[in-house]
């Protein structure tokens, strides 16, 4: 409430500014008798409201008051921004409508109040209104052409609309806005996903090259290259290709396993994937690619190598998973009082294993169970990594 107070204050401060300005306006333009004494009450009524902390009251008195001209017109659109900031995204639209309304304002005031009235509209969800004020305001090409084009871009992306983003985007802004080309880079991918789900492989492949003339460092591109190449019955060249994330960024190695796995088992040479496995748990000893080489030892029957695997690197390297997976192998040789020893243990790291994320964003922290390509909390794309440590790789 302390805050809130001091915010209002500080509009108070604005509005008293504003009301002074339109009082010399007035003055000027000799108004009728009677008009003064009434936006004086008013202002007194507002500041009464306030100090006995009813804003909405305060800001409603001083609104009905405060007369739209040059002088105060950036005073109503901070109060429509705070409407908006404070989630009353109808009482913003309404503000900003009565602006929008005002034959008496210049091309760039208008510019201003339709931009901070997509924004409006965006917030309270209705997108469709939203993109006709901002495909308006991008093709007037005015001053604030390039922001409303960004906004334009970013309401694409809430409504799934990958290609008209895409679209949007234009080279000088991809040049000077590295995010930019990293998110572009994920909306090609995105499209690319849709169509390998459809086995349109062709039109797959041309959104990855899209993808990659974005940003050649795009992890999930070369994920999803890898993919279209084993369904199109290339497991050799899928294999290259994902041989390549560990160089690109070896955060992403979990997410590579499965396809390499797939591509190995398509080709039946389960031998020559223990030892990439081997190798590049060498380099980056991750949990996920011990786990990986253990299962694929097991699966031919070489449970002891696979447990000799698991102890070694438990040793060096702990990690909860880990260790929930020793112990499962242990229970493969042991009876008796011993083996139920074990099960309790195990049941005791499949629970803690239950509650635990094991991925992160790296901006804002947000953690999550399963892989998300683009943030749910901060909206970022590609921010989201495996977490490391005992909990984690």
Not at 93 to 113: C, M
Not at 133 to 152: D, F, M, P
Request: charged share 25%; hydrophobic share 40%; with cysteine.
């Amino acid at each position: 409430m302390l805050l809130e107070l001091i915010v209002f204050l500080l509009l108070l401060v604005a509005l008293a500014l504003g009301w002074w300005m339109g009082r010399q306006e007035r003055r000027r333009r000799l108004p009728p008798p009677g008009s003064l004494p009434q936006l004086s009450q008013d202002y007194f009524t507002g500041l009464n409201y306030l100090l006995n902390e009813q804003p909405d009251a305060a800001i409603n008195t001083f609104v009905r008051a405060l007369e739209v001209n040059s002088e105060t017109i950036e005073t109503h659109i901070a109060l429509g921004n705070l409407f908006r900031s404070r989630g009353e995204s109808d009482r913003a639209v309404r503000v900003h409508q009565n602006l929008f309304a005002r034959p008496s304002l210049t091309k760039e005031q208008s510019e201003r109040v339709q931009l901070e009235l997509a924004r409006d509209f965006m917030a309270a969800g209705l997108l469709d209104r939203a993109e006709r004020l901002l495909i308006e305001l991008v093709e007037q090409n005015g001053k604030l052409a390039t922001e409303s084009r960004l906004l334009l871009v970013d309401l694409f992306e809430r409504e799934k609309e990958w290609q008209k983003a895409i679209h949007t985007l234009t080279n000088e802004l991809l040049r000077h806005k590295p995010p930019l080309r990293r998110a572009a880079a994920h909306y090609a991918c995105e499209l690319a996903a849709e169509f390998l789900q459809q086995r349109h492989f062709s039109a797959a492949r041309k959104q990855l090259k899209q993808a990659f003339a974005f940003d050649s460092s795009c992890i999930r591109s070369t994920l999803l290259m890898a993919q279209l190449e084993l369904s199109s019955g290339n497991p050799k060249a899928a294999i290259r290709l994902l041989l390549r994330i560990p160089e690109q960024d070896a955060n992403y190695i979990p997410t590579m396993l499965q396809t390499l796995v797939d591509a190995y088992q398509q080709l039946n040479k389960p031998e020559e994937l223990v030892e990439t496995l081997e190798k590049i748990l060498q380099r980056h000893p991750f949990t996920s690619v011990l786990l990986c080489l253990a299962e694929t030892l097991c699966q031919q029957n070489q449970h002891q190598r696979a447990l000799e695997k698991m102890d070694h690197h438990m040793r060096h390297q702990v990690s909860l998973r880990g260790v929930d997976y020793l112990i499962d192998l242990y229970l493969h040789q042991a009876a008796g009082a011993e083996r139920t020893h074990l099960l309790t243990l195990h049941n005791l790291t499949q629970q803690l294993l239950s509650h635990k994320p094991e991925h992160q964003c790296q901006s804002c922290g947000f953690q999550s169970q399963q892989l998300y390509w683009q943030c749910p909390k901060c909206r970022q794309w590609g921010s989201i990594q495996p977490i490391k440590g005992v909990e984690g790789e």
